[in-house]
């Protein structure tokens, strides 16, 4: 696995409070982990060395983080994200976005996308109704159960 893609992964469960992630790819296993208080360690398989972030790199470098506000609740039925991951409400830079407040939406009908791990993974409408709200803002990380529209049925 290159160190890009690791470190990819560190910024991941930085960014979106997971507490850890293991993630396999052939023969290679690496495991990432969040510990209150400290920096992020990577713990590797017997085919690499262990690596922790280099001090001075980790979210305490630096200004300390100010307290994450807490998750908005929406109005109507909440269309949650299924997976961690950066949000984008359109399918491309420029682009008009899939669903707008105000906008119906059917059941199945592509609402955002979620990257992760360099996959687009398109995010349906579980209900037919009207958008109430957008919750989740573009180009920035989400986490597994977020809440990313607002639908009133």
Same mark, same amino acid.
């Given at each position: !696995?290159?160190?890009?893609?690791?470190?990819?992964?560190?910024?991941?469960?930085?960014?979106? &409070?997971? &507490?850890?992630? =293991?993630?396999?790819?052939?023969?290679?296993?690496?495991?990432?982990?969040?510990?209150?208080?400290?920096?992020?360690?990577?713990?590797?398989?017997?085919? !690499? $060395?262990?690596?922790?972030?280099?001090?001075?790199?980790?979210?305490?470098?630096?200004?300390?983080?100010?307290?994450?506000?807490?998750?908005?609740?929406?109005?109507?039925?909440?269309?949650?994200?299924? !997976?961690?991951?950066?949000?984008?409400?359109?399918?491309?830079? &420029?682009?008009?976005?899939?669903?707008?407040?105000? $906008?119906?939406?059917?059941?199945?009908?592509?609402?955002?996308?979620?990257?992760?791990?360099?996959?687009?993974?398109?995010? =349906?409408? =579980?209900?037919? &109704?009207?958008?109430?709200?957008?919750?989740?803002?573009?180009?920035?990380?989400?986490?597994?159960?977020?809440?990313?529209?607002?639908?009133?049925?």
């Amino acid at each position: !696995m290159d160190l890009r893609k690791l470190k990819k992964l560190i910024d991941l469960v930085q960014e979106s &409070g997971i &507490g850890e992630i =293991e993630i396999t790819e052939g023969e290679e296993k690496v495991r990432i982990s969040r510990q209150l208080a400290a920096t992020p360690m990577i713990m590797a398989s017997p085919q !690499m $060395q262990p690596m922790a972030m280099a001090p001075g790199t980790g979210p305490s470098a630096g200004a300390p983080a100010a307290a994450a506000p807490a998750p908005a609740e929406p109005t109507g039925h909440p269309l949650k994200s299924p !997976m961690v991951g950066t949000f984008y409400r359109a399918p491309s830079p &420029g682009a008009p976005s899939f669903a707008e407040v105000g $906008q119906s939406v059917s059941k199945g009908q592509t609402l955002c996308i979620i990257e992760a791990m360099k996959i687009m993974n398109e995010i =349906e409408s =579980e209900v037919s &109704g009207v958008v109430t709200e957008v919750l989740a803002s573009d180009a920035q990380p989400v986490e597994y159960g977020q809440a990313l529209f607002g639908i009133r049925k």
